[in-house]
């Protein structure tokens, strides 16, 4: 049946939601009794005949754009939910990372909150004793171990609870996105602590939006797309594969007709356009503008958070915008043009994808985000001086410089 | 850790009471959570733990001690009716606070996987600090009303033992009826209130067995409380024994904690789809 060198093996996979169904109230299922034609249930496989293996010791990962059934996928490995459809074996001992600080109570002190997210996570409390010191090290918060995490800055918090997670020792570990939180330099560290762990023998299934962290530490990678298996094979060729595509996608699909987006889509952004003052052909040094028509139900405006990501072709982040940088907040409505704009551009020619994120005031109520929602090209160079189109290939960005001797 | 190898299929349940052993550690970490959170951290939380069942107690006194005058034998009022309260104060926090612990913790619940029962299950500890403080009340005002102590009281853990079962039974069923059915919310606040006025907390059961035509005594004696408050008494104080309808109080414990637990099993595997 199963081959022990597995330490993961998908077989015929699938999921079915209902949509509706599951806020359903006692009347609505009184009703249903009743009335068997009464409402047709709205259903979609957010998984269907996904198979694959995963080796012992191999780390593999998981892409796709919001909506393939990456989220459902990681669900069903770690237990959450059922499937539908088809199994799983699980050979050896397994901890899923799906969110850091899951259970944190922020009355409790970072200490009595290691204690507490790390038996969640499955630690015995011995273990967390044995590693605490270490844990702690970790995290960099020493002298506030005593302290209630709500008092903390969330870049502590993240730290502390990215430190336990980090000290799980499972044969096989599932992580979903959890680096996409935190500081650069924190990042780094826990790609760092990541990458140590796939080099130390472990199974890792790692889903990421990070194409380079993908790259860099999963061998073969699995490329989803409405819930089936487009792609699998070597990590490069795969998203290479993918990339181009979402070049493809981005360049030919109106972001209003787009169906891989994610949030509650009470507002939806249905237009991009790219600018600069002299038409659409985008020229570093001058002036570059944004628009995003929104269009919604209602006629409400919404207090929001707004951030467009910058990504070059090889899916690296380049820069983000956003209303969060400032610390401010918009309000935005049906109809309503949010119009970004960049006085100066200093990015060197080549293509570039944006990312459009809204949510309602915090970036956990996600109103509509949308993964390479357009494609713009920077077609010349004239930064430093307006006719010379020298540039240096490799670089991303233009770094305003003077120079002198003395 | 906590995952060993498995296998995941559709009709592979999440919930084995084997597997519960494992995660025992989990149990009492959530366990001390709640104290931590409750009595703790703040000043204010041991005060309103005492404040709570002292007014109730009170107010018990007033309405059924005085207005109504009821009898309760050799054994004064006041000392009857806390006794009740005892009894009553723990089902009642055990249930309202499993009943609603799942809804609660629903960012865990869909973030990582243990099994879920334990989150309703982990309440039965913390309500012993509720039910501790009112003994504390109960023995000072024995002291005070010179009422000795029976020598049933070598029997008071079969009861304790039963309000445990209940309440969990109870708090499980709604907690798994509260994920699929969000109405069900409404129901806890209102068992609660009711409850403490069905239940002989501040009368005897006799009561109910003299006033009320005997399906209505049936159906009285169908909550698995008023059994249990009756042997609460019986072993504390040695009023008489529980009357033979308490028998339907363990039948309507054992159907609640059968129907609980399959219920639970039931939606388990869904927990994370409905929250």
Known sequence: ?406 | MPTKSHVITKDQSLFSFSELTTYKELFWMLAWRDFKIRYAQTFVGLLWAIIQPSFTILILYVVFGRFANVQTGAIPHVVYSTCGVMAWTYFAYVMTNAGSSIISAQAMVKKIYFPRIIIPLSKAVVGFIDMGITAVILIVLMLLFEVPVSGNIIYLPIFILGSIVAALSVGVLLSALTIRYRDFQYVIPFAVQLGLYITPTAYPAEFAIQRLPEWATVLYFLNPMAGIVEGYRWAILGTELPHIMSLWSVASMLVILIAALFYFKRIDGKIADYV
């Open chain 1, 1 to 406: 049946m199963s081959d022990s060198n597995f330490a993961i093996e998908v077989e015929q996979l699938s999921k079915l939601y209902n949509l509706g169904s599951t806020n359903a109230t006692l009347r609505e299922s009184i009703a249903a009794l009743f009335n068997k034609t009464s409402k047709k249930e709205e259903s979609f496989w957010a998984l269907k005949d996904v198979s694959f293996g995963v080796k012992t010791g191999e780390s593999i990962g998981i892409i796709g754009k919001n909506g393939a059934g990456k989220s459902t996928l990681l669900k069903i490995l770690s237990r959450i939910t059922l499937p539908t459809e088809g199994r799983v074996t699980i050979n050896g001992t397994v901890a899923s990372l799906l969110e850091v600080g899951t259970g944190f109570h922020p009355e409790l002190t970072g200490r009595e909150n290691i204690y507490l997210n790390g038996s969640i996570l499955g630690m015995a409390r011995k273990e967390i004793q044995a590693k605490f010191d270490e844990i702690v090290a970790f995290s960099g918060i020493e002298r506030f171990l005593d302290t209630p995490v709500k008092r903390y800055s969330s870049g502590m918090y993240v730290r502390l609870a990215f430190a336990v997670a980090a000290h799980l020792e499972p044969e096989i570990l599932i992580v979903d996105e959890v680096l996409s939180v935190g500081d650069a330099e924190f990042q780094r560290k826990c790609l760092g602590k990541m990458g140590h762990v796939t080099s130390s023998g472990r199974t890792v299934l790692f889903v990421s939006h990070n194409m380079e962290a993908v790259r860099k530490m999963c061998s073969r990678t699995v490329w989803l797309e409405k819930g089936q298996i487009k792609m699998i094979g070597p990590s490069s060729e795969v998203i290479d594969a993918y990339l181009s595509e979402l070049k493809e996608n981005a360049e030919t699909v109106r972001p209003g007709e787009r169906s891989d987006r994610e949030g509650s889509g009470v507002l939806r952004a249905q237009e991009i356009r790219f600018s600069n003052p002299e038409g659409t052909h985008l020229q570093s040094g001058k002036p570059m503008k944004v628009e995003i028509d929104y269009r919604g139900e209602g006629s409400e405006k919404l207090t929001c958070i707004a951030t467009l990501g910058i990504h070059d072709v090889n899916g690296r982040r380049v820069g983000t915008l956003s209303t969060k940088l400032t610390r401010s907040l918009i309000d935005l409505g049906n109809g309503d043009t949010l119009t970004w704009e960049i006085p100066r551009l200093s990015l060197t020619p080549g293509k570039y994808f944006i990312n459009i994120f809204l949510a309602h005031r915090t970036e956990a109520d996600v109103i509509d985000w949308l993964q390479q929602a357009a494609a713009f090209e920077v077609m010349s160079a004239s930064f430093h001086t307006e006719s010379d189109e020298v540039y240096y290939e490799k670089d991303i960005v233009f770094i305003d410089h003077s120079f002198r001797v003395s």
